[in-house]
């Protein structure tokens, strides 16, 4: 069973970057998405980004442009850099890998965008 464990995240003043990261247990087919999604207070998990091999990344509309999702197999880690943040970005952030049809989930890094 994949386990999958997020860092990075924390408090930034508005117009600020983090970077989170998420390792993954074992290797992921480099084939197999790997994601970003994140869940407000009082609101639905929904997804940030996402990446697998042979397709473009895909980000929700509100990121575009703000983020960038990256993958180093080698490594079997995820990397979501944000910049430029908002308070609307405020939310634990969880990594997503999908193999085999099975879902996994990190257990979240919370992100606080505050002045």
């Known amino acids: 069973q994949v386990q999958l464990l997020e860092s990075g995240g924390g408090l930034v003043q508005p117009g600020g970057s983090l970077r989170l990261s998420c390792v993954a247990s074992?290797?992921?087919?480099?084939?197999?998405?790997m994601a970003w999604y994140r869940q407000a207070p009082g609101k639905e998990r929904k997804l940030v980004a996402r990446?697998?091999?042979?397709?473009?990344?895909e980000y929700v509309d509100s990121v575009m442009g703000r983020f960038t999702i990256s993958r180093d197999n080698a490594k079997k880690t995820v990397y979501l850099q944000m910049n430029s943040l908002k308070p609307d970005d405020t939310a634990v952030y969880y990594c997503?890998?999908?193999?085999?049809?099975?879902?996994?989930w990190g257990t979240g890094t919370l992100v606080t965008v505050s002045s």
């Open positions: 997503h890998a999908r193999e085999n049809g099975i879902n996994y």
């Open positions: 074992e290797p992921i087919l480099s084939s197999d998405p």
């Open positions: 990446i697998r091999s042979g397709r473009d990344p």
